[in-house]
């Protein structure tokens, strides 16, 4: 297995740019993606309860399904206070917005472009190609529709 490849390295820990061929792969995750822990076979053995602290009834509401579009634009700040006690927080601010931007692109509609305008402006770099790349993706489905 390439771990290169793996969705939860490409949102967690890559700090660089998202390769253009895995993008597409990354679908709609931001953040991680359990697909490992849902089709590991030694997960049979797990208890079907699991550990309460760890589930979704520990998840923060506010958290949990946050809008693409406004965390593309989400002040370093904004990341810090709402992710303080989150593991989110290992992804890094510009590192949480690029994955945001990667699942714009991959399944965002024209709602999604104002914010993606504003982002290829960013100081940061990777910011401003990961949001030129979504652009350029919502761009070609929409021709595709016409």
């Known amino acids: 297995m390439d771990?290169?490849?793996?969705?939860?390295?490409?949102?967690?820990?890559l700090k660089d740019g998202m390769p253009l061929d895995l993008r597409p792969a990354v679908?709609?995750?931001v953040f991680g993606c359990d697909i490992c822990q849902i089709v590991c076979p030694w997960n049979r053995?797990?208890?079907?309860?699991?550990?309460?602290?760890?589930?979704?009834?520990?998840?923060?509401?506010?958290?949990?399904?946050?809008?693409?579009?406004?965390?593309?634009l989400l002040t370093s700040e904004n990341f810090s206070s709402t992710f303080r006690v989150s593991p989110i927080r290992r992804a890094?601010?510009?590192?949480y917005?690029?994955?945001a931007i990667v699942a714009l692109g991959n399944n965002g509609g024209?709602?999604?472009?104002?914010?993606?305008?504003?982002?290829?402006?960013?100081?940061?770099?990777?910011?401003?190609?990961?949001?030129?790349?979504?652009?350029g993706q919502i761009q070609t489905r929409a021709q595709k529709l016409d």
Do not use: K, Y
């Open 3 to 13: 771990a290169g490849r793996c969705i939860s390295f490409l949102t967690i820990e």
């Open 27 to 29: 679908g709609n995750w």
């Open 45 to 72: 053995f797990a208890s079907v309860e699991g550990d309460a602290a760890l589930g979704a009834a520990a998840m923060r509401q506010d958290t949990s399904r946050p809008r693409l579009v406004d965390q593309v």
């Open 92 to 95: 890094r601010p510009a590192g």
């Open 97 to 99: 917005r690029r994955n």
């Open 110 to 135: 024209p709602e999604a472009l104002q914010a993606l305008d504003e982002a290829v402006s960013d100081p940061e770099p990777m910011i401003r190609e990961h949001a030129a790349w979504a652009i």
